[in-house]
């Protein structure tokens, strides 16, 4: 099984390479395929038509048109493309599906997405129209049309016609159009995408919610291994000791620990481990669901050894809309209580700061209104947040009457994404700007190296400037994943 490291890094521009003995699979799934059309049943989408038409029998003469005429119809996506290192996962994904054998195609079929990868000369996919049902059937029809010299291709970011992509045009064979099109390779990988973006963003939030708790004079106690043993949650325990490990050697800590006379921090700083754990098991999941998903066989009809061909569902991609809505859980709650903490940052009754962050508060605003853009994602990420796997419309004239909606629910984490990107920017600076009310006393090592960070690009508050430049800089750096790469999260 390809692993997400592997996925991950192909989406980076890395090679791919198909497990070995993939080519003997494909050669016997095609042979078993050649081997029933020499009979005269009707076998679904290789001599029949599709969907609501598949009980009109095709001549065999026609059947190579009839694979072209599928890519051409059903390339009928609209949307933004969706952006190159989306489309090298589908080309890996969608490669790695029909080198397993059950898809009755030829081996070229796989080497000519191979070599698209290689060369990096990546399909124009337009990002909507799929229902994620009998396959990503748009999306991957953009993909398809690539393989016989149609559609349009990105060279060296130039937009270019797809016959312009540098490999030989394929002549369809028997199933191959529909193999192409069925599948949920573009859902998978768009989720992936927004799963690796999520787990980032979760080791960033802990740095964040750290480094706010010691610029609010807060405890670590709640943070005790022991506390979180006794409930067992796997996420919980693991985020609390990522927490200790951030914490580790504050001085501003230390010097609290006698003669606090606060018993208890309010939940945004106490309950950490339990929300991010949570969210941590969610991703968790969703990462064994999207694993399994970028390595299954999702096209239909499925060429069997023994020579049956079954006609079944696994392109229907429900276990793809619930990773993705889970996704979403995680990303909108991290937010969440992300902007709590901005917000008790900001409060000097709550966190005995200057209020808003700044020495002359009422000629300087400070940080009055980054809270309030925070609160306007939070708002806007609680809305998308909404599961899509609820959904559902029916397609095909009915044929397809009960659909995922996975595609949908998976590209609404990108904005998600970088709504939270936001968020943890103006709580860093927040945070980084509270603890030097705290000098001479400084923070932890990690954490100094997070201060570090935020003050490599934007300089303490002293009186009001331009704060949007300050929030996008720290927001570029949390994109790069260099706050993440602080903390430590136990396996």
């Known amino acids: 099984m390809i692993d ?53 029998r095709i001549a065999p003469e026609k059947l190579a048109q009839l694979q072209l005429n599928l890519l051409r119809s059903h390339a009928a996506g609209t949307g933004a493309p969706l952006p190159a290192p989306v489309v090298r996962l589908v080309l890996a994904l969608k490669a790695l599906s029909l080198s397993r054998g059950a898809s009755g195609v030829r081996v070229a079929v796989a080497e000519s997405l191979l070599a698209l990868l290689a060369s990096d000369a ?20 953009h993909l398809a049309l690539m393989l016989v010299g149609e559609g349009e291709v990105f060279v060296n970011g130039e937009r270019r016609p797809g016959a312009e992509a540098g490999i030989v045009p394929l002549t369809l064979g028997p199933k191959e159009g529909l193999a192409l099109l069925n599948g949920t390779q573009v859902s998978t990988a768009i989720a992936l995408a927004n799963l690796f973006a999520a787990q980032d963003l979760l080791h960033t939030s802990l740095v964040a919610g750290a480094l706010s708790v010691d610029a609010a004079r807060g405890s670590d106690t709640p943070f005790d291994a022991r506390i979180h043993a006794l409930r067992g949650q796997p996420g919980q325990i693991r985020c609390a000791a990522a927490l200790r490990g951030l914490m580790a050697g504050s001085v501003i800590r230390d010097s609290h620990r006698e003669g606090d006379t606060r018993v208890q921090d309010p939940y945004s700083l106490r309950c950490q481990p339990q929300v991010a754990g949570a969210c941590l098991d969610l991703l968790d999941h969703a990462a064994a669901v999207l694993q399994r998903e970028a390595n299954a066989v999702t096209d239909n009809p499925l060429i069997m050894a023994d020579g049956d061909i079954l ?146 690009v934007a300089a303490p508050w002293d009186a009001d400037r331009f704060m949007a430049p300050d929030m996008e800089a720290v927001r570029r750096l949390v994109q790069t994943g260099a706050f993440a790469a602080l903390v430590e999260l136990p396996a």
């Open 4 to 56: 997400l490291a592997t996925l991950r890094a192909v989406m980076a521009g890395a090679r791919f390479e198909l497990p070995e003995g993939w080519r003997e699979a494909t050669e016997q799934g095609a042979a078993v395929l050649a081997a029933r059309l020499t009979e005269d049943g009707p076998i679904y989408g290789v001599n029949t038509g599709f969907g609501k038409l598949a009980s009109t």
């Open 122 to 141: 990546l399909p124009v996919i337009p990002s909507k129209g799929s229902v994620g049902a009998s396959g990503d059937l748009a999306p991957l029809a």
């Open 311 to 456: 006609s079944g569902g696994n392109f229907h991609a429900e276990p793809v809309a619930f990773a993705a809505d889970s996704i979403a859980l995680a990303l909108a709650e991290l937010g969440a209580i992300s902007e709590r903490r901005i917000a008790l940052l900001v409060d000097p009754v709550t966190s005995g700061l200057p209020a808003f962050l700044v020495a002359e508060g009422g000629l300087h605003s400070g940080f009055m209104i980054a809270q309030v853009t925070a609160a306007a994602l939070v708002a806007e990420n609680r809305a998308l947040a909404t599961p899509r796997s609820v959904d559902s419309l029916p397609t095909s004239a009915n044929q397809e009457d009960h659909v995922s909606m996975a595609t949908g629910a998976a590209l609404r984490l990108g904005e998600m994404a970088e709504n939270l990107s936001s968020i943890l920017s103006i709580e860093l600076l927040c945070a980084a700007q509270g603890l030097e009310f705290h000098r001479p006393l400084t923070t932890s090592p990690p954490l100094q190296a997070a201060h570090a960070l935020v003050r490599g």
